[in-house]
């Protein structure tokens, strides 16, 4: 009798359910728990009208465990036969209806599936990995189907691998202050990818949208400018990939020459290929003796290394205007180089001028979206790589979309 009391005390029952039963198992390490009802009228979960009981479905769920002890819940569910809409099971104040699993041990499940992997969360909760990923899966439908339409200001766009090979997905996310989180995952990275999310927004969401950091890949600039009211103002192309192609162009440089010095038996470049792409101020202390003697060299990358250094501190200038005449200096002097990788990237900075300049007056980067990529990069390591999209997708928004995951109590 007090193993009745306690356990509808812990499962929080109310009339007309109640324990009936509690059964310990030794040796299957389980405790079961049985719950019976005092009640002959039910509503039908569709339409809310009562009506006598149909029929009765024995069903169990996993529930928190009990000192160790497996805990399951067992109960005959009434079924009540509706006139208009046909036979329907009674909902449980402890589970969803379909699920297998009370509402608590699905958030300790989705705790523990937040902090480890898949597999691991299996092993400390005692379910496959098939029930893992199905409350994984329910939670993220929760959480999507929960979200409100709102105007999200400023917005960072990417692709993203899934691994190896060019299978690519499209990711858009909403940087806040002091949050970062995923809205939209759309497969491959032609301008469909992202069609498909400015298609799903409202018109106010649309005008609502003050800047979007992305790369230069045409297909998401076009699909940004069909869809965004003003996008030609919003585009912010992101400074971090533009001084990635700068430190390509200057690797470029350096592979070239030193070809061509060690066919003359001189490896002065040989192993510096990491220097070149640290900023000046970042030089690791015990290579900058050697990094400051190299530089100095009359040397192709030499000067490619220093059209680099000054193109960062273009970011540094105060307004679009500045910033401008600033550039200009810069593209001079990089097209006089005779520095083939350095003038090609200088030409298609000066292509995409307009929307680079645009960073001087939004002041907005695709920053927030790298620390996501290394937290996707993690998520794959841990999965230990992705076959399937759509969990791939699924994931993302578990760890990343900032949803609200939890089934309702």
Known sequence: MKDIQLYQQILGLAAPWQVESVALKPKEREIEVRVTFAETLWACPQCQKRMAIHDYEERRWRHLDSCQFKTVLVSRVPIVRCPEHGSQTVAVPWAGKYDRFSRLFERLAIDVMLECSTRGA???L???????????????????????????????????????????????????EGQTTVQYVGEGREQESLDAFWEGLMAEQLAGVKAIAMDMWKPYVQSTLAHVPGAAGKIVHDPFHLVKYMNEAVNEVRKSEHRRLQAQGDDILKSTRQLWLYGMENVPAKHAQRFDEIKELNLETSRAWAIKEVFRNFWR???????????????????????????????MCKRHLTNILTFFEHRHTNGPMEGLNNAIQGLIKKAYGYRNKERFKIDIFFHLGGLALYPIQ
């Open 122 to 124: 299996c092993e400390i």
């Open 126 to 176: 005692g379910i496959s990995w098939d029930e893992a990923d199905g409350i994984k899966q329910r939670a993220v439908k929760r959480g999507l189907a929960r979200k409100t339409p709102k105007v999200m200001a400023r917005l960072c766009v990417d692709e993203k691998g899934m691994g190896h090979g060019h299978d690519y997905m499209t990711i858009v996310a909403q940087a806040e």
């Open 317 to 347: 200038c105060d307004t679009a205007k500045k910033a401008g005449r600033y550039f200009g200096q810069w593209y001079s002097w990089a097209i006089r180089s005779r520095l083939e990788p350095v003038k090609k990237v200088a030409r």
